[in-house]
Each structure stands twice: as structure tokens, then as C-alpha cells.
């Protein structure tokens, strides 16, 4: 109770505490100068003669001169310090003086979504949720061995940073120096080639204050983030696979370059402790929310923590999945929506899905023909099929077309918007985001 507590007004606070220090010692001033009054009448009673010799009239003129000139020279503070702030960062700087000079949204008003993931899915998730009214957590999956995150991991015996940081930027408040700071990666040349600034910041405050988890909520304060970033877990766990043909194999780098049929996924070790702060936010959330990302080395492996899939199961939270537009070469050959669908429910103790998001349109030729050069082809949204298991589908088109194949975040977190509002109206939020009903029924149902 005392997570969730923290969790509803850490932000608030943070927000509001140098306002509240601000105030403060006005008021302390204040009521240092009626004390300082008084001891001069008490320790000279002469002088109360001297004050009754001046009119009441030049008295209070006095005072509301004094009052007038401090709150001048109070604004012309602020503006000068946010002159100073918009020529570094203006959006931070507008943002703070809507803050100050306006009342905020009330906390109150917005709803709790919990996304989990990790890879570029959710990053590009959390970037278009971060500018919506919700109050965003995202739990991210801690498997990764591979490039900077997993020479770090290694060498350092730490859990893997990147999915972390990429996270962390996609919802920092600005696009700042110090965010492109955090992307930045070491070309050639010694030790740290390969590596990205913010992997080894969030490594070296590992090394500081001795938690991986406390060194992600110093960069979070740092990044001034919206919402909370949370792994899944604390303990260095590695991913595992059992694959059709027998053969079991650890890591999961090492499982995505097998690019054979996965039957059975798990963790070594078996049963790692849960992030305490990531099953409270599950408790408390309005919707949670799987993907989009790899289905085998992004989305499963958080519902294989123990107590992870407890919690979602109990929640009374609606439970949404975002299915992947493209396939992954070995891993979810052929696969269609339904086929995600029963992946998740199939090889994780998950009890409940209660709606699913699918892409329904195919991206230009050209750029299909690329992918499927490459072993990905497109996956069918199969409405009908996800349907006859009890679940509920949005199928819109979502792709965003550049050098690859993505989801449209800004769409998708409008949609998920929508989802999460419904319980506050009667009539559905998302139908102006979804394209109309096609006739030819046999198109979502290959």
C-alpha cells in the first residue's frame, strides 16, 4: 500500500517542492519581520510612540508599496530564469511555466496503464503514450545478452541497461541534450567502442549506489520522465528455450540467432524474486498492456517471473495485447494473430486476455518484398479466429512506413487511450481511430 502511495504522488511532489520550499521561506520572512516588530516595541516602549506618530494612511501605503515591489522583482525572477531555461531548453521551459503560472491537471483524472515489454516495441510505445493523459509504468524484461547491454552484463555483473534506457529517453518530459546524450554510442576506438553513454551511466550508478533498480530511479529523476520505468525482476536471470526438434538452449541472443520452432520457454534461474514495485503497479493499474515487441524474447519472458502472471490474472484491470505486424524469422514463422494470441496464453500462465490489437493493413510491395527477403512476412490479424476464444479485437490500420515497418505510436496510444477511457463513458472512445468495416470478411480471417 505504501508502494502504490508513493507511486500516486511521487511525481506530484517532486513536481511541486521547490514551489512549496519557495512559498515557504516567503512566509518564514514574513513572519520573521512581525517577530522582529514586536521585540523592538517590547524592548523599546518609547517606540510605539514614535510608529503612532505616523498617519495610518502612509503606513498602509508603505505596506502595499513594499508588497507591490517584492512580488515585481518575485516575476521579474521567474522571467529571467526562464529566459535563461529557453535558451537550453525551451520545451522544458514551457512546460514549467504552464506549471507555475497555471493550474495542472488533477492526478485524479488520469488512469493507470502498465505496459510490458522491452526492444524497441515498447520504447516506441511509451513515446507516443508519454504525451497523453495517463499515468504510464513500464516493465521491462531484464534477458537481454546481447551488444553493449550484454558486455556489460558480463563484465560487471549487472542486468542488461539497454531496453532500460531506451525506455527511460522515450519518456523523458524533453528531447534535451541530455537525452541524446543517453543514445549516444562510442564509434571505434578502445574498451567502450559499441557502447552507448547512457548504458554506462546507468552501469556506473549501479556501481554508486549499489542496486540496479535505485540507479534506474536516479536516471528516471535525471531524465525528468513521465510515469515510472521498473524491471521485471532485480536478479541477473537468463532466458531458455526448448525448441521442436529437442535441443535446449540458453540466452537469448543465442535463441534468436537458433531461428528454429520454440515449444517451451523458462528462466534460469527458474524462480527469480519479483521487482516488489512492478507487481503493485500491476495491482494497481486500469489497463495492462503486452507489446508490441518480440513475442518470445520481449513479452514472455516478464509473464514467466513467478507472481507476475498472479497479479495480472487477479487484476481487475483490462488485459490488451498489441500483435506484431511483421513475423520473426524461426521464431513465429507463419504465425497470425490467433497463433500470438495462444503463444501467450499457451506457454505462460496467463488466464486471461481480454482484448487484442491488429494491424489490417499490408505495407507497400516494395517494402514487403524487402522483408520477405529477409524471412518476415505479414501478419494476418485473423479477427474471426481471436474472436471464437472470447476476445475482443481492434484492427486498424497502424503501420508506419519509413526504411522499416512499425507500429504508428501516436495511433496506437490514442487507441489504447480510448480502451482505458471506456469505463468512464457509455459509448466507445476509439471508433473515429479505426477504419470502417470492410465486406470481404475472408481478409481477416486467413
Not at 514586536?38 to 502595499?64: K, M, N, Y
Not at 494476418?380 to 479466429?385: A, F, H, L, N, S
Amino acid at each position: 500500500m505504501l508502494l502504490a502511495l508513493r507511486r500516486k504522488v511521487k511525481h506530484e511532489v517532486r513536481a511541486r517542492r521547490w514551489v512549496a520550499f519557495l512559498l515557504l521561506g516567503l512566509l518564514m520572512m514574513c513572519f520573521g519581520f512581525v517577530f522582529a516588530s514586536l521585540a523592538t516595541i517590547v524592548l523599546a516602549p518609547a517606540s510605539i510612540e514614535t510608529v503612532r506618530s505616523f498617519h495610518p494612511l502612509a503606513l498602509a501605503f508603505s505596506a502595499l508599496s513594499a508588497f507591490l515591489i517584492s512580488s515585481f522583482w518575485l516575476y521579474r525572477g521567474f522571467r529571467t530564469a526562464f529566459r535563461l531555461l529557453d535558451s537550453r531548453d525551451h520545451e522544458l521551459s514551457t512546460k514549467l511555466r504552464e506549471f507555475v503560472f497555471r493550474k495542472s491537471e488533477s492526478v485524479e483524472k488520469q488512469l493507470s496503464m502498465v505496459a510490458l515489454g522491452g526492444g524497441t516495441g515498447l520504447s516506441s510505445l511509451l513515446k507516443g503514450l508519454k504525451e497523453l493523459p495517463v499515468d504510464i509504468t513500464a516493465i521491462v524484461t531484464v534477458t537481454d545478452d546481447g551488444g553493449s547491454s550484454g558486455r556489460l552484463r558480463k563484465e560487471l555483473q549487472i542486468l542488461p541497461p539497454g531496453d532500460i534506457r531506451n525506455c527511460l529517453v522515450a519518456l523523458s518530459r524533453s528531447e534535451s541534450l541530455l537525452s541524446k546524450l543517453f543514445q549516444y554510442r562510442f564509434g571505434e576506438g578502445g574498451e567502450i567502442e559499441g557502447h552507448s553513454f547512457g548504458n554506462l551511466f546507468i552501469a556506473a550508478m549501479t556501481g554508486v549506489l549499489g542496486d540496479f533498480g535505485s540507479a534506474v530511479r536516479e536516471a528516471s529523476n535525471i531524465l525528468a520522465i513521465k510515469g515510472h520505468v521498473i524491471p521485471v525482476t532485480n536478479e541477473n536471470v537468463q532466458l531458455v528455450a526448448q525448441f521442436a526438434d529437442g535441443v535446449e538452449i540458453t540466452g537469448e541472443t543465442a535463441i534468436s540467432d537458433a531461428r528454429k520452432r520454440i515449444i517451451k520457454m523458462g528462466l534460469n534461474p527458474a524462480a527469480p524474486l519479483a521487482n516488489q514495485e512492478a507487481l503493485s503497479a500491476i495491482d494497481d493499474a486500469n489497463m495492462i498492456v503486452l507489446g508490441p515487441g518480440s513475442l518470445f524474447t520481449s513479452i514472455i519472458p516478464n509473464l514467466l517471473v513467478p507472481g507476475v502472471v498472479e497479479h495480472i490474472n487477479n487484476s481487475s484491470a483490462r488485459v490488451v495485447y498489441i500483435c506484431n505486424v511483421m513475423t520473426q524469422p524461426g521464431e513465429t514463422d507463419s504465425f497470425n494473430a490467433a497463433d500470438h494470441v495462444r503463444a501467450i496464453l499457451d506457454k505462460t500462465g496467463l488466464g486471461k486476455i481480454d482484448i487484442v490489437v491488429v494491424n489490417s493493413r499490408r505495407a507497400a510491395k516494395p517494402l514487403m518484398v524487402r522483408y520477405e527477403n529477409n524471412g518476415q512476412f505479414w501478419v494476418p490479424p485473423t479477427v474471426k479466429k481471436i474472436e471464437d476464444m472470447g476476445i475482443r479485437v481492434v484492427a486498424a490500420d497502424m503501420l508506419l512506413e519509413s526504411d522499416l515497418l512499425r507500429h504508428n505510436p501516436n495511433l496506437l496510444a490514442a487507441i489504447l487511450v480510448g480502451l482505458i477511457n471506456e469505463n468512464r463513458n457509455s459509448k466507445p472512445q476509439i471508433d473515429s481511430l479505426l477504419e470502417p468495416e470492410t465486406s470481404e470478411e475472408s481478409f481477416f480471417d486467413d
